[in-house]
């Protein structure tokens, strides 16, 4: 028998067959093989029905990638089939950019970090901050825990500094606006270099992008709906290109509304959505920006375009899962 991992040491002469194990390369003379249990044997004679395609239930060797062919192209994320692929190869070790360290730093008077700590009716726990260090650690990044601060220029500009010596790109939270205690963006502007600072977006219009002693900040909405969306239309496809590989557009698909909507011109709108048993888009009850539980309900976001538009059951929207901004 010509078994796998070993050389079959003779040639098979035309008229005759041999026994072949799974895995084993064919022996000289052979080009088809049909399967056991398709076939009768006495011990010197194989029977089987006719006829056969020739080299059936076989393989040629290096028919899954030719000499020269690319194989992983560079800028992408190496997932398990990547390694599978590499080591069937043969190649033991690839060129890797190290992880992105991504910054996250949460703003104001009114937030509590630490959740076991007892919130005033006037305060709110942290809901922005482990929430961008699970979304950098879930595409891949290392996420930089740099705390939270008050609304103090003075101390957010020394934490920024702290983010800028630790990590290769900040992401804050709040102070994003242009009101008296929005420090973020004052800062940046004033210190940074502020690139711009309020999107036509909803939820997330203020949005400040700058550069903080040469490392990139990405300012987001305090609001969390606000922070996620920003979060995930603005930052993650700017992450991707700094840590080495290609702009990520999400991929959505249309499927039919499952709700009713007018929409006034001028921005574009993404609502917190999933779909029903129909295969239809419905979306959370309230679109207020800090309805977190709307976030945590939604399986995806539904993507409004920039104009006037007038949405009743049955009207064709795209629908972007979270898992198209690798948020699983």
Same mark, same amino acid.
């Given at each position: 028998?010509?078994?796998?991992?070993?050389?079959?040491?003779?040639?098979?002469?035309?008229?005759?067959?041999?026994?072949?194990?799974?895995?084993?390369?064919?022996?000289?003379?052979?080009?088809?093989?049909?399967?056991?249990?398709?076939?009768?044997?006495?011990?010197?004679?194989?029977?089987?029905?006719?006829?056969?395609?020739?080299?059936?239930?076989? !393989?040629?060797?290096?028919?899954?990638?030719?000499?020269?062919?690319?194989?992983?192209?560079?800028?992408?994320?190496?997932?398990?089939?990547?390694?599978?692929?590499?080591?069937?190869?043969?190649?033991?070790?690839?060129?890797?950019?190290?992880?992105?360290?991504?910054?996250?730093?949460?703003?104001?008077?009114?937030?509590?970090?630490?959740?076991?700590?007892?919130?005033?009716?006037?305060?709110?726990?942290?809901?922005?901050?482990?929430?961008?260090?699970?979304?950098?650690?879930?595409?891949?990044?290392?996420?930089?825990?740099?705390?939270?601060?008050?609304?103090?220029?003075?101390?957010?500009?020394?934490?920024?500094?702290?983010?800028?010596?630790?990590?290769?790109? &900040?992401?804050?939270?709040?102070?994003?606006?242009?009101?008296?205690?929005?420090?973020?963006?004052?800062?940046?502007?004033?210190?940074?270099?502020?690139?711009?600072?309020?999107?036509?977006?909803?939820?997330?219009?203020?949005?400040?992008?700058?550069?903080?002693?040469?490392?990139?900040?990405?300012?987001?909405?305090?609001?969390?709906?606000?922070?996620?969306?920003?979060?995930?239309?603005?930052?993650?496809?700017?992450?991707?290109?700094?840590?080495?590989?290609?702009?990520?557009?999400?991929?959505?698909?249309?499927?039919?509304?499952?709700?009713?909507?007018?929409?006034?011109?001028?921005?574009?709108?993404?609502?917190?959505?999933?779909?029903?048993?129909?295969?239809?888009?419905?979306?959370?009850?309230?679109?207020?920006?800090?309805? &977190?539980?709307?976030?945590?309900?939604?399986?995806?976001?539904?993507?409004?375009?920039?104009?006037?538009?007038?949405?009743?059951?049955?009207?064709?929207? !795209?629908?972007?899962?979270?898992?198209?901004?690798?948020?699983?």
């Amino acid at each position: 028998a010509a078994r796998a991992g070993q050389p079959y040491p003779d040639a098979v002469p035309a008229g005759h067959a041999v026994r072949i194990l799974t895995g084993a390369i064919l022996p000289e003379g052979v080009d088809t093989v049909v399967l056991e249990e398709d076939t009768n044997t006495n011990g010197t004679t194989v029977v089987f029905d006719g006829p056969i395609k020739p080299r059936a239930n076989t !393989r040629k060797a290096g028919e899954d990638m030719a000499a020269g062919e690319l194989a992983l192209a560079k800028g992408r994320h190496l997932r398990a089939p990547d390694l599978a692929l590499a080591s069937a190869l043969g190649i033991a070790e690839l060129p890797v950019h190290r992880p992105l360290r991504v910054g996250v730093l949460s703003t104001g008077d009114e937030i509590i970090a630490a959740p076991q700590l007892r919130a005033a009716p006037h305060q709110i726990w942290d809901a922005n901050r482990p929430m961008l260090l699970s979304l950098a650690q879930g595409w891949h990044y290392e996420p930089v825990d740099l705390g939270h601060v008050g609304d103090d220029a003075e101390e957010i500009a020394e934490r920024l500094h702290e983010g800028a010596r630790e990590a290769d790109v &900040i992401l804050t939270s709040g102070g994003a606006s242009a009101g008296d205690e929005d420090h973020v963006s004052a800062l940046l502007r004033a210190r940074g270099t502020l690139s711009s600072w309020r999107i036509a977006l909803k939820p997330g219009r203020p949005l400040a992008l700058a550069m903080w002693e040469g490392v990139p900040v990405f300012g987001l909405p305090g609001n969390p709906v606000a922070a996620l969306v920003c979060a995930l239309v603005f930052a993650r496809p700017a992450l991707s290109l700094l840590s080495g590989a290609g702009w990520t557009e999400p991929q959505g698909f249309t499927v039919p509304a499952a709700f009713e909507k007018r929409k006034k011109p001028g921005r574009r709108e993404y609502l917190r959505a999933r779909l029903n048993e129909a295969g239809a888009a419905e979306v959370f009850g309230s679109e207020g920006s800090g309805r &977190i539980s709307g976030l945590s309900w939604a399986q995806g976001l539904v993507e409004l375009p920039d104009g006037a538009l007038e949405v009743t059951p049955g009207t064709p929207v !795209r629908y972007i899962p979270y898992a198209s901004f690798g948020l699983v």
